[in-house]
């Protein structure tokens, strides 16, 4: 055979070979999809539920199996998977923790948003330190959060709940009052809020339970006996001077109050590790660090810092590829006005996968079915889990997003919506967890 003859006969044989390959391919995708329709088709979801579903293999092109795919749901906290690829993509490897410039003896400061600040679990103290330890008088500048204290499309009867922290430029110890039990007596902090405790001796109420006021500081609590193990984490009600107080009295230095624009060349402090607190808010679901993300994201671009404008810009610039616009306006899920469909998650946790390209890297900062975080306990306890993502939950809705690792090694990317339900959560949950371990049982 020519030397031609040789170089034709093996650019056939190879793309003989892709073709089979690709067929090969194809064949499985229809046996999952045949299988998963089957499956599907006799879930008990199917006249409980409003349901969605997306598969997708990662190292694949398209969609394995769709349910629904298109449709719009309520993503309660998976819409923290967007604000999670936001912070990858706009976020340096450090959270940014203050902006300053110094001028003379003085040290003016604003705020970034940056939740880590004093977290109560992050412990972000660089930023602190770094003003106890600058020997100069100290000034804060407030104004650039031109927000609202709540997201749009909150529930206001929840201000007295921990999940519900507002929104500041400058948040401190989580924008929250803890509470416990000491020796019959309650203990607070911060410190500083500890004459606002009050008793009410004319409550009829027949449990104990701490209420603040909803449009102050006020917090009372029954003329009854305080139990041992009591234990509250409340909101407090956020404002430019109440935040310069507790600053002070935990600096134990006097900060001042100053109105200046923040220059372009102000400097930057930077806090904890950005995937730190990327972690600390997928795994116990933390509204409040997603909420402030938002800000920091805005705060890279621009001298305002609002959630609005992040938004925005992350819509515009990373989140093109989506195939169902979606309606995002907040970043923790807290409002019903989120809307988003299967097919765009399954998109967006294509584009995180990508982004991170480290499989221990991501997994580690998602939540673990039957491990860590909100999906422990929706599949049963191991310590080797084959599901890795985000739950979504707010009444009457339940939803997970995420990866799944099959028997076999394969990883898939899924979605799984379910809204407007009347039956229990946990039959959902039990549901859910079924057909993603069939998936990973079988494919």
Known sequence: MCQKCQISFRILVGIIVLLLIFLSGCSIDR??????????????????????????????????????????????????????????????????????????????????????????RLKGDKALRFLAESG??????????????????????????????????????????????????????????????????LSAAKTFRIVRQFDRNEFNYPALKIPESYMAAIPYKTSTAISLNVLTDTLHLNVQLVHEEMPVTAKTIYNVKTDDVLREMILPSDNFIAEQLLLVCSNQFQRDLNGDDAIARIKKDYLSAMPDPPRWVDGSGLSRMNLIS??????????????????????????????????????????????YGKTGTLSNNYNQSGYVITKKGKIFIFSFMNNHFLIPVADVKAEMARIITYIHDTF
């Open 31 to 120: 046996r999952i999809n045949k299988k998963l329709q089957h499956v599907f088709e006799l879930s008990a979801l199917n006249n409980a539920s409003q349901v969605g579903f997306v598969l997708k293999a990662v190292d694949g092109s398209g969609n394995v199996y769709e349910k629904n795919a298109h449709k719009y749901f309520t993503p309660a906290s998976n819409a923290k998977l967007l604000t999670f690829y936001a912070a990858l993509k706009m976020i340096p490897d450090s959270m940014p923790a203050l902006r300053y410039i110094e001028r003379g003896d003085s040290l003016i400061f604003w705020g970034t948003g940056d939740p880590s600040f004093l977290h109560s």
């Open 136 to 201: 100069k008088k100290l000034f804060f500048s407030a104004g650039r959060y031109t927000g609202n204290f709540y997201g749009l499309g909150w529930a206001w009867d929840d201000y007295n709940d921990y999940e519900q922290a507002e929104i500041t430029e400058l948040p401190l110890m989580d924008n929250i009052v803890a509470v416990n039990a000491a020796a019959g007596k309650l203990n607070v902090n911060p410190r500083l809020f500890k004459d606002c405790f009050l008793k009410d001796s």
């Open 342 to 387: 299967p097919a765009d998650m399954v998109v967006l946790l294509d584009m995180i996968y990508k982004e991170v390209h480290n499989d221990t890297r991501l997994f580690g900062m998602l939540s673990a079915g039957g491990k860590t975080g909100t999906l422990k306990n929706a599949y049963p306890h191991t310590d080797q889990p084959f599901v």
